[in-house]
């Protein structure tokens, strides 16, 4: 059993865990930095340890400060959420040596997944199909490879995700400018510059599968598609991936699942594939070992409550639904709710919200940490929350968002919420099974 969780977050996820931990009879500590000492989720959980000043480096992202303020709590586990922490493999054997439960993956999972080649190598020996490129340790390497896959490509890091030290390039001529780049993008994010190649799919869509194993069994909740995106980061997300062939989803999702079995997988986590928009062909990109933000859409038309199977599993236990016991219905859609200004290119707004009046009703979920009054810090990501609809049919889905998005009312900082409303407005959007290219067509 987990007696005390320690969760090793901040923001929207927090929260998200302190309900469900609550729900379980789960005391709760939340590890906040001094800048988020008074936030929602520190009112909200049942203790506060301070694991360090503002900056992230200093405080969510330093294992030694979360590790000594776990231990000083007394807690038994420790659940780490998404981002900072949370595929750190040096983090979970630290939080093991000291006698406490990680909640995720074991350590050779972590090192596996968060090395992108290793991952695209185990991805290879369980049958899964891979874009054309690979390794390229030195600049040599990065031109032969290029040469071999052909342009556009992708220049990716191989110690991390998120779209941080990725590039594309479209020209020979442009190589060496986008390759500095995105090495100095990796080291400064991942403290590792190195970078591998992979050919780019001018019409790709981004599709995952949410997963869940026990280390012996591994079953699939379906998909999502995260296509729109900007810079490679997800903006909207829904459930099922709209406007696919069932031959090609199920074939994704059992892809997914081969995968988790062969590295005997557990806990939650996302694959995700490259599917190209002209044949439904897919390829494996990476996989995400630690719940996702966009987790709510694949709750909505499951009724799995992703985070209970995180902390069960923890526990020891065996997974406890089989793959005959998930039955999605309707649609449902994520849109995130950043602190940002999209009319002076995204530029981060942090600030204090002196009006924040989220939607509610019927198949409306939201997903906050931003009450009347509340602090979005200059130190993280801009997330401000997450609106979720959910429907019968996608039609009903999108009609909820875009009524959902006009009674939504944020004041004192921008945010995202003026794009979202040009977006579920869009016919592209409203037909469904757009590609990655949908934000640079969209009307201002």
Not at 24 to 50: F, K, N, R, W, Y
Not at 295 to 318: C, F, N, R, S, Y
Not at 379 to 400: C, N, P, W
Request: with cysteine; hydrophobic share 45%.
């Amino acid at each position: 059993m987990i007696h005390k969780l320690f969760i090793a977050n901040r923001g929207e996820i927090a929260l998200r865990v302190i309900r469900t931990a609550r729900a379980m009879g789960i005391e709760t500590v939340l590890g906040a930095s001094e800048a988020d000492a008074a936030s929602l989720p520190a009112q909200l959980a049942d203790h506060v340890q301070i694991v360090g000043p503002g900056p992230s480096s200093q405080s969510y992202l330093a294992i030694d400060g979360v590790v000594d303020a776990m231990v000083k709590s007394g807690c038994d586990a420790v659940h780490p959420g998404y981002g900072f922490l949370s595929e750190n493999a040096a983090f979970a054997r630290a939080v093991q040596a000291a006698g406490v439960r990680f909640v995720g993956p074991d350590t050779k999972t972590l090192e596996g997944m968060g090395d992108k080649l290793a991952a695209r190598a185990l991805a290879v020996e369980a049958g899964l199909p891979v874009l054309p490129g690979g390794e390229a340790a030195t600049r040599a390497d990065v031109h032969a490879r290029a040469g071999q896959t052909g342009y556009p490509l992708l220049l990716k890091a191989v110690a991390g995700g998120g779209g941080k030290g990725m590039r594309r390039v479209d020209r020979a001529e442009d190589l060496d400018s986008a390759l500095d780049m995105a090495q100095a993008e990796a080291q400064a994010a991942f403290g590792n510059a190195a970078v591998y190649v992979e050919r780019f799919v001018a019409r790709g869509r981004h599709v995952e599968v949410q997963l869940l194993g026990d280390g012996t069994q591994a079953i699939h909740l379906g998909t999502r598609d995260c296509s729109i995106q900007r810079r490679f980061q997800k903006l909207v997300e829904e459930a099922p991936a709209p406007a696919m062939p069932a031959e090609a989803r199920e074939g994704i999702e059992q892809a997914a699942v081969r995968l988790a079995r062969h590295i005997g997988y557990r806990g939650a986590g996302t694959a995700e594939f490259l599917v190209d928009a002209a044949d439904f062909s897919f390829y494996f990109l990476e996989l995400n070992a630690r719940i996702q933000v966009e987790h709510p859409v694949t709750e909505a038309i499951t009724g799995v409550d992703i985070v209970e199977q995180q902390l069960l599993v923890a526990m020891g236990k065996p997974l406890s639904l089989t793959q005959a016991m998930v039955r999605p219905h309707g649609h449902a859609i994520e849109v995130r709710i950043n602190a940002e200004d999209p009319d002076a290119d995204f530029r981060p707004s942090p600030g204090r919200a002196v009006r924040a009046a989220w939607p509610a009703g019927d198949g409306i979920r939201v997903d906050t940490h931003i009450g009347i009054g509340g602090e979005v810090p200059p130190f993280y990501d801009s997330l401000m929350g997450k609106l979720i609809v959910h429907g019968d049919t996608r039609e009903q889905a999108v009609t909820r968002l875009s009524d959902a998005l006009r009674s939504l009312h944020i004041e004192g900082l921008p945010t995202t919420a003026s794009l979202h409303r040009r977006i579920v407005a869009d016919p592209r959007f409203i037909a469904g099974g757009v590609d990655t290219g949908f934000l640079a067509g969209l009307a201002q």
